[in-house]
T-cell receptor, first 113, second 116 residues
Framework: SQTIHQWPATLVQPVGSPLSLECTVE??????LYWYRQAAGRGLQLLFYSVGIGQISSEVPQNLSASRPQDRQFILSSKKLLLSDSGFYLC????????????FGAGTRLSVL | AQSVTQLGSHVSVSEGALVLLRCNYS??????LFWYVQYPNQGLQLLLKYTSAATLVKGINGFEAEFKKSETSFHLTKPSAHMSDAAEYFCAVRAFSGGSNYKLTFGKGTLLTVNP
C-alpha cells in the first residue's frame, strides 16, 4: 500500500520569509498528487494538483506555488509568506492503478507570525 | 459541477448510541463518494468509498454508508458509538477533470463528539 510522507509536521515562520513544504510518496509510481489547505470550519481547499513530472495545475490564485521535480515528490513553496498563509497543509496522492482514491499525509501546521 | 453538503457542523452522541452523519451531494455524472475521518492534527484517513457497486458500503471501524440516488444522499452510520470515534468527518465527491485526473470536492466537515 502507498504512504504519503510530509514534513515538517509544524512550522513557525515570520511574515516575508520563504516556504518549502515537501511531500513524497512511497509504494506506488506515477501518482496524481494534490496540495490542500484546511481552515477551521471551511473544509479542504484544493490548491494545486499534478498528474506528472513538471505538470502543475493551480486551482486558486495565491501567494503559493508548487513543483514536481520527481515522480513521487511534490513541493509547495512561497517566496514571501503572508499572515493569511497560516493553516494546515495536506498532501494527497493516488496510486497508479486507482486514480479515483486519494490518500493523505499527516499534514503540516504552518503558523506565519 | 459537483458539490457536497454536510448537514450539521457538530454532532454529539452518547457512548453506545447510534451515529448518523448526513451528506448530500450534487453531481452531473454518476458519483463516486467518500467518507474520510480526521483526528486532531492528523491527516485524513479513508473510511469508506462508493464506486458504483453495492449501494451499502462497509468501511473501517464499524462504519457504513448507504448510497441513495433518489435522495442524492450518502449518510454515514455506526450502530454504537465509541469514545475513539470522536473526530471530524468529511464527505467528498469525485469530480473528473480530464485525462487521468480526478479531483475531490469536500464538504465542510462534521465534528463528532462522543459523551461518556
Amino acid at each position: 500500500s502507498q504512504t504519503i510522507h510530509q514534513w515538517p509536521a509544524t512550522l513557525v515562520q515570520p511574515v516575508g520569509s520563504p516556504l518549502s513544504l515537501e511531500c513524497t510518496v512511497e509504494g506506488t509510481s506515477n501518482p496524481n498528487l494534490y496540495w490542500y489547505r484546511q481552515a477551521a470550519g471551511r473544509g479542504l481547499q484544493l490548491l494545486f494538483y499534478s498528474v506528472g513530472i513538471g505538470q502543475i495545475s493551480s486551482e486558486v490564485p495565491q501567494n503559493l506555488s508548487a513543483s514536481r521535480p520527481q515522480d513521487r515528490q511534490f513541493i509547495l513553496s512561497s517566496k514571501k509568506l503572508l499572515l493569511s498563509d497560516s493553516g494546515f497543509y495536506l498532501c494527497a496522492g493516488t496510486s497508479r492503478l486507482a486514480k479515483n482514491i486519494q490518500y493523505f499525509g499527516a499534514g503540516t501546521r504552518l503558523s506565519v507570525l | 459541477a459537483q458539490s457536497v453538503t454536510q448537514l450539521g457542523s457538530h454532532v454529539s452522541v452518547s457512548e453506545g448510541a447510534l451515529v448518523l452523519l448526513r451528506c448530500n451531494y450534487s453531481s452531473s455524472v454518476p458519483p463516486y463518494l467518500f467518507w474520510y475521518v480526521q483526528y486532531p492534527n492528523q491527516g485524513l484517513q479513508l473510511l469508506l468509498k462508493y464506486t458504483s457497486a453495492a449501494t451499502l458500503v462497509k468501511g473501517i471501524n464499524g462504519f457504513e454508508a448507504e448510497f441513495k440516488k433518489s435522495e442524492t444522499s450518502f449518510h454515514l452510520t455506526k450502530p454504537s458509538a465509541h469514545m475513539s470515534d470522536a473526530a471530524e468527518y468529511f464527505c467528498a465527491v469525485r469530480a473528473f477533470s480530464g485525462g487521468s485526473n480526478y479531483k475531490l470536492t469536500f464538504g465542510k466537515g462534521t465534528l463528532l463528539t462522543v459523551n461518556p
